[in-house]
């Protein structure tokens, strides 16, 4: 069965998730996991996305961001997965692949619903029991180590008159 393409539409802000390959447990060696972080910051910078929150799990990712211009959210992810891949590979000798193909997107509707898949994303460590405390897991923007992006304005909350 073929995967339908998405296209580019209007710019809008999703959360995405996206497991390894037969969930396998690639991220629980630093290597890999800065593998994937330093490929997450390297496309932020370099303009691809705006990133608004992420977390980084033993079997699979979450992240909150926003495509860049006229760039695709599957192109986006396209971009974190495989620059991610083809360091992991390299840096922890994996002949395997890295990630099942394809991912899940939700778009983000409004404050509350950005406010909530953040929360959801930030939370995901402690309710797997890899941290005390969201701000305990180094591989999540939660840690406070990783450059981020703010809310698009469309969804900050209007200002109370």
Sequence with gaps: MAIPKRHVGPPGTHFITSR??????????PEACRAFVDALARYRKEGKYLLHGFVLMPDH???LLTPSGM???ERAVQFIKGGSSRVIGESCGRSLPVWQRGFTDHRVRDAADYEEHLRYIHMNPVRAGLASDAS?????SASGLWKLDECPQRLKPL???
């Design 20 to 29: 390894t390959w037969q969930s396998r447990r690639v991220f629980q060696q």
């Design 136 to 140: 305990k897991h180094a591989w999540s």
């Design 61 to 63: 990712f979450h992240a």
């Design 71 to 73: 760039l695709s959210l």
């Design 159 to 161: 200002e109370e008159a």
